[in-house]
């Protein structure tokens, strides 16, 4: 009964979230951050909270028959868009500056309304790098991975309606090295997902 009203784990199977979030980490999900559930359902007794930009949620995505952990981009009231990888949100372009270099992608921090994080974009052509103006519906959220050219997001399964959401993801319980040998990362165990 805890794990399906209080808290659960998510093992996180791709790389749409890195690098904030590796293949193998298994992550804790607070399924109290934004409803108050009955038990073993997706009945809501209570609205606790709403997600927030930059929160990273897990939901169960009926048009992607699969549960997913993305990060918040636009909260219903929100007009987005995405041009050449960078976003606009409410008419004000969101700010980045390079963190690392490699030879196959880049890294940079994204400052979204107060919140930073890291994103990776691929230095090859990459065919979901823009969108037009989207307005978010009431009950709905626009939700992208860190890893933005490898993400199938909302530019793929369209808005994420509030009923679908299990909860916020907090940190990284443990996570296994799905490349080398499921050996322990223990510099990721109990890491703040931010």
Do not use: C
């Not at 219903?76 to 270099?101: A, C, F, H, R």
């Amino acid at each position: 009964m805890f794990r399906s009203a209080v808290a659960d784990w998510y093992e996180v199977p791709t790389g749409s979230m890195k690098p904030t979030i590796e293949e193998g980490d298994r992550i804790l999900t607070d399924k109290m951050a934004y409803d108050l559930r009955i038990p073993f359902t997706h009945v809501s007794l209570l609205r606790l909270a709403e997600p927030q930009t930059g929160d990273i949620i897990v939901f169960d995505s009926k048009v992607a028959d699969n549960r997913l952990i993305k990060r918040v981009i636009g909260t219903p009231g929100d007009i987005v868009s995405l041009q050449n990888n960078e976003l606009t949100i409410n008419g004000e372009k969101v700010s980045y500056s390079t963190l690392n270099e490699s030879i196959r992608w880049l890294d940079k921090t994204e400052h979204l309304k107060g919140h930073a994080h890291t994103i990776r974009l691929t230095k090859s052509a990459a065919s979901l790098v823009q969108f037009p103006a989207t307005p978010i519906a009431a009950d709905h959220y626009l939700v992208m991975g860190d890893n933005r050219d490898n993400s199938a997001d909302s530019r793929v399964i369209g808005l994420i309606p509030r009923d679908e959401l299990l909860g916020r993801a907090e940190r990284v319980i443990v996570s296994l090295d799905y490349d080398d040998y499921y050996l322990p990362r223990s510099d990721r165990f109990l890491k703040r997902l931010e």
